[in-house]
Nanobody, 122 residues
Framework: VQLQASGGGLVQAGGSLRLSCAAS????????MGWFRQAPGKEREFVAH????????YYADSVKGRFTISRDNAKNTMYLQMNSLKPEDTAVYYC????????????????WGQGTQVTVSS
């Protein structure tokens, strides 16, 4: 499956953004999906995961209560609603298809999108 993330931008602390991940190719609705992020000089880290049906949702502790992951299988699109953004949320955000293995580990994911930059100013 081919993935394309969009919706990033520059926002002030406390603001909101909604990221989208559009999928094409094989059946999107069959796959569990995830969001990761990578800040400058840091390793890529898990943000959120959603099961193929929209259930089985998990978040990193750092974003729990502020971010919401969702999907619309009819539109072949996954979303990440980000509220109460903090400067430490600044990173390139990636969407990916979960293959096998721990859902919080990036090696368990295939078919990565190109990433979208999120910058939160203080």
């Amino acid at each position: 499956v081919q993935l394309q993330a969009s919706g990033g931008g520059l926002v002030q602390a406390g603001g909101s953004l909604r990221l989208s991940c559009a999928a094409s190719g094989r059946s999107f609705s069959n796959y569990n999906m995830g969001w990761f992020r990578q800040a400058p000089g840091k390793e890529r880290e898990f943000v959120a995961h959603i099961g193929w049906s929209g259930s089985r949702i998990y978040y990193a502790d750092s974003v729990k209560g502020r971010f919401t992951i969702s999907r619309d299988n009819a539109k072949n699109t996954m979303y990440l609603q980000m509220n109460s953004l903090k400067p430490e949320d600044t990173a390139v955000y990636y969407c990916a298809r979960h293959s096998q293995g721990p859902l919080y580990s990036d090696y368990a994911y295939d078919d990565w999108g190109q990433g979208t930059q999120v910058t939160v100013s203080s």
